[in-house]
């Protein structure tokens, strides 16, 4: 059985950083991709980025070039979302999800977390 859990949001002022978590139980599950996502109020889910479990290798959304970073986690089967800098925008329920094939951006994902609430204010 494959579950993906985040956590670690909160409400947050502009210019703080944050990190994300996102635990995953995995079973067997060998060659996955990790995906990080987000869904602001009245706007449609983007993609934040993702990186491939085996290899290492990760792909970011234009949005997201340079103040996000996905990456493992200290404990074992943890992701985690490192994002500076935070914005007013940046504000939205972000949620990880596990996908299969070479990383990507898009495409299906087939186990999804319920996601974690980020705040930024003034």
């Known amino acids: 059985q494959v579950h993906v859990e985040e956590s670690g949001g909160r409400s947050v002022r502009v210019g703080d950083s944050l990190t994300l978590t996102c635990k995953i139980t995995?079973?067997?599950?060998?060659?996955?991709?990790l995906g990080w996502f987000r869904q602001a109020p009245g706007k449609e889910r983007e993609q934040v980025g993702a990186?491939?479990?085996?290899?290492?290798?990760?792909v970011y959304g234009d949005f997201a070039k340079g103040r996000f970073t996905i990456s493992k986690g200290p404990s074992k089967d943890t992701a985690i979302l490192r994002i500076l800098n935070l914005q007013a925008e940046d504000t939205a329920v972000y949620t990880c999800?596990?996908?299969?094939?070479?990383?990507?951006?898009?495409?299906?994902?087939?186990?999804w977390g319920q996601g974690t609430q980020v705040t930024v204010s003034p």
């Open positions: 999800a596990i996908g299969q094939g070479p990383v990507r951006l898009g495409g299906t994902w087939r186990v």
């Open positions: 995995r079973d067997d599950l060998r060659n996955f991709l």
């Open positions: 990186l491939h479990w085996s290899l290492g290798e990760r």
